[in-house]
């Protein structure tokens, strides 16, 4: 099963969803923030107290990998790791092109709603 997702336009519905997430009871450990930009990504993660998607959960292999890959490719391969397919992947990083927020929520429960 693939890891719940959201995405969003502006910085702050993004925090907000965060935050209505962590009141739901989900572990920030679980809730990752994926941007077009690093540095944006970093800047709502910290805002949110959120994770950005990175070397945490994609291991020092695909890390290493990542240094040499277009950021497109980089983007794809960050939510693979997270859980998605290879054609979801893609799809995700078009969105991220579109200049949205994507928050991802894994191990999220069926009930799950933002």
Same mark, same amino acid.
């Given at each position: 099963?693939? !890891?719940f997702y959201k995405e969003y336009l502006n910085d702050d519905e993004a925090v907000t969803a965060v935050d209505r997430l962590k009141t739901q009871g989900i572990s920030e450990d679980n809730i990752f923030v994926v941007t077009h930009d690093k540095e944006r990504t970093n800047r709502v993660a910290d805002e949110a107290d959120a994770? !950005?998607?990175g070397a945490k959960e994609q291991g020092i292999g695909?890390?290493?990998k990542n240094v040499f890959r277009k950021q497109g490719d980089e983007l794809r391969a960050k939510f693979q790791e997270l859980g998605y397919t290879?054609?979801?992947a893609e799809e995700l990083e078009e969105k991220l092109d579109?200049?949205?927020i994507i928050l991802v929520v894994k191990d999220a429960p069926a009930d799950l709603s933002l």
């Open positions: 099963m693939e !890891p994770n !950005p998607a695909a890390s290493i290879e054609a979801k579109d200049g949205k």
